[in-house]
């Protein structure tokens, strides 16, 4: 990733790390996520950890008369000294009992713990890395969420992946995401729309050079008639579509059709006749009878003249 796609990631996780849940069950769901083996390598994150930390330290009294259904009073590890400053440890987190309130904020602490977030020009790239036994269990709390994502073993850990921008932009939102999701998903629509413009204007370029190089063979096949002297045979509907051509080279078949008061496909077909007519002529040069008639053997099925 370059410098600014390094910021800005920065910027994001900063800016979840800096939301302050209201609810109490919310704290508990994210320092939850957080876990007990948090390595904290970010300031925001630490700074997270430490006041979920005197949060829940604040009301240790209440919460052991009230605690949520959905979270615990066991004790998972070594939380307290990760969160510091005295917290308590992160709790074990009852996924089915809980509201989505406190699973987005279980989901926002486990993406702030073990989640990594890459962008670059072509793709968005969002894994969580995570014991091997919770991948498939948090793969399926994903799926539940409507935020379907992939999952494999990689080196003896579990990685939960989302290649999908969109997945990622969702995703994001629901844990609180703000303005600097918006600084992704605006780089995402302007890559779209490079994409778009690119896609035009290289079927634009082929669709150009396609007619170049038929308007050369139409005026080469032109010559080689006027030249042989067939050109003067054909139908007055033919001699107006070759003399438009050569008067104006760079016109689209349209824009011939348009100029003559004709369909687009007479233009066609009368361009197509004078190619194989020059043809012809080069190969088998001057007149063949037919029946001895004294015509060329292509313009008996030619429109006769106007």
Same mark, same amino acid.
């Given at each position: 990733?370059?410098?600014?796609?390094?910021?800005?990631?920065?910027?994001?996780?900063?800016?979840?790390?800096?939301?302050?849940?209201?609810?109490?069950?919310?704290?508990?769901?994210?320092?939850?996520?957080?876990?007990?083996?948090?390595?904290?390598?970010?300031?925001?994150?630490?700074?997270?950890?430490?006041?979920?930390?005197?949060?829940?330290?604040?009301?240790?009294?209440?919460?052991?008369?009230?605690?949520?259904?959905?979270?615990?009073?066991?004790?998972?590890?070594?939380?307290?000294?990760?969160?510091?400053?005295?917290?308590?440890?992160?709790?074990?987190?009852?996924?089915?009992? =809980?509201? @989505?309130?406190?699973?987005?904020?279980?989901?926002?602490?486990?993406?702030?713990?073990?989640?990594?977030?890459?962008?670059?020009?072509?793709?968005?790239?969002?894994?969580? $890395?995570?014991?091997?036994?919770?991948?498939?269990? @948090?793969?399926?709390?994903?799926?539940?969420?409507?935020?379907?994502?992939?999952?494999?073993? !990689?080196?003896?850990?579990?990685?939960?992946?989302?290649?999908?921008?969109?997945?990622?932009?969702?995703?994001? !939102?629901?844990?609180?995401?703000? =303005?600097?999701? @918006?600084?992704?998903?605006?780089?995402?629509?302007?890559?779209?729309?490079?994409?778009?413009?690119?896609? $035009?204007?290289?079927?634009?370029? =082929?669709?150009?050079?396609?007619?170049?190089?038929?308007?050369? !063979?139409?005026? =080469?096949?032109?010559?080689?008639?006027?030249?042989?002297?067939?050109?003067?045979?054909?139908?007055?509907?033919?001699?107006?579509?070759?003399?438009?051509?050569?008067?104006?080279?760079?016109?689209?078949?349209?824009?011939?059709?348009?100029?003559?008061? $004709?369909?687009?496909?007479?233009?066609?077909?009368? @361009?197509?006749?004078?190619?194989?007519?020059?043809?012809?002529?080069? $190969?088998?040069?001057?007149?063949?009878?037919?029946?001895?008639?004294?015509?060329?053997?292509?313009?008996?099925?030619?429109?006769?003249?106007?």
């Amino acid at each position: 990733m370059s410098q600014a796609d390094r910021d800005l990631v920065a910027a994001i996780r900063a800016e979840l790390a800096s939301i302050d849940p209201a609810r109490r069950c919310d704290r508990l769901a994210e320092s939850a996520g957080l876990g007990s083996d948090l390595v904290m390598r970010e300031a925001a994150v630490a700074r997270l950890a430490v006041r979920l930390g005197r949060a829940t330290n604040a009301g240790a009294a209440l919460a052991s008369r009230r605690r949520p259904k959905h979270l615990h009073a066991q004790d998972e590890g070594a939380g307290a000294q990760a969160a510091g400053d005295g917290a308590l440890p992160p709790s074990p987190f009852d996924w089915a009992t =809980a509201a @989505l309130h406190c699973r987005l904020a279980w989901l926002r602490g486990r993406f702030l713990a073990r989640g990594s977030l890459s962008i670059v020009t072509s793709r968005t790239h969002l894994e969580f $890395v995570v014991p091997a036994a919770e991948a498939p269990v @948090l793969a399926s709390r994903l799926e539940e969420m409507g935020l379907s994502a992939s999952w494999r073993l !990689r080196r003896g850990r579990g990685v939960v992946v989302w290649k999908s921008a969109e997945t990622v932009s969702l995703f994001l !939102r629901r844990i609180g995401g703000g =303005a600097s999701l @918006l600084e992704i998903e605006a780089r995402q629509v302007s890559r779209a729309l490079r994409g778009e413009l690119n896609r $035009v204007i290289n079927a634009e370029s =082929a669709n150009l050079q396609r007619s170049v190089e038929a308007a050369g !063979r139409q005026l =080469a096949a032109i010559s080689v008639l006027e030249g042989s002297g067939l050109l003067g045979e054909q139908s007055f509907q033919v001699r107006s579509v070759a003399a438009a051509r050569c008067e104006t080279p760079e016109a689209t078949l349209g824009e011939l059709a348009e100029r003559l008061e $004709v369909h687009r496909s007479t233009v066609q077909r009368a @361009l197509d006749r004078l190619e194989r007519l020059a043809l012809l002529d080069v $190969v088998a040069p001057g007149p063949r009878a037919v029946g001895g008639t004294g015509q060329h053997p292509l313009s008996a099925d030619l429109p006769a003249s106007r």
